[in-house]
């Protein structure tokens, strides 16, 4: 979705909001496409948490960063090889007559969904949070060594 519009006191728009609005494209990836290639990126949501996959020989884990969401607010689930996670982060109350003069921070759904390679085991997947950060451990199932088949002629008979 597109990124949260900002509302000032002043509604006419200034000179150096194009050019503000070209820097925040090309430091968020919007600008050349990264945001819409990211097939894990649901359109439903309203931001998309930055993640890190890294492959070890034993596991898979994924680095979320979810700053301002509780842990246990997040919904992980595992279906048919896809890994989604689900949340919300909830944006600042507004009290009355208050104005901002900026609002950059990102806040409402989010909804990503990894496809896992065929080596991932479902069954093993654990998560926590801490600081800001969704850690998921995804292990590796054991390898399976390629067996041989012998085969043979039919006699005649």
Do not use: Y
Request: cysteine-free; overall charge negative; aromatic content about 6%.
């Amino acid at each position: 979705m597109s990124q949260t519009s900002m509302q000032r006191g002043n509604q006419w728009p200034r000179p150096q909001d194009p050019m503000g609005q070209l820097f925040d494209r090309l430091f968020d990836g919007s600008l050349f496409g990264d945001n819409s290639s990211d097939e894990s990126a649901v359109v439903t949501s309203q931001w998309v948490p930055r993640v890190d996959i890294k492959e070890e020989n034993d596991r898979f884990v994924l680095f979320a960063d979810i700053p301002g969401v509780d842990p246990a607010d997040i919904e992980i689930q595992m279906d048919k090889g896809l890994l989604t996670i689900k949340g919300e982060r909830m944006g600042v109350a507004k009290q009355e007559g208050e104005r901002f003069s900026r609002i950059e921070r990102r806040h409402g759904v989010f909804h990503r969904r990894f496809a896992l390679p065929d080596s991932a085991d479902p069954d093993g997947i654990t998560a926590h949070g801490e600081n800001g950060v969704l850690e998921i451990v995804i292990p590796k199932r054991p390898e399976t060594t390629p067996r041989r088949i012998q085969v043979g002629a039919r006699k005649a008979g």
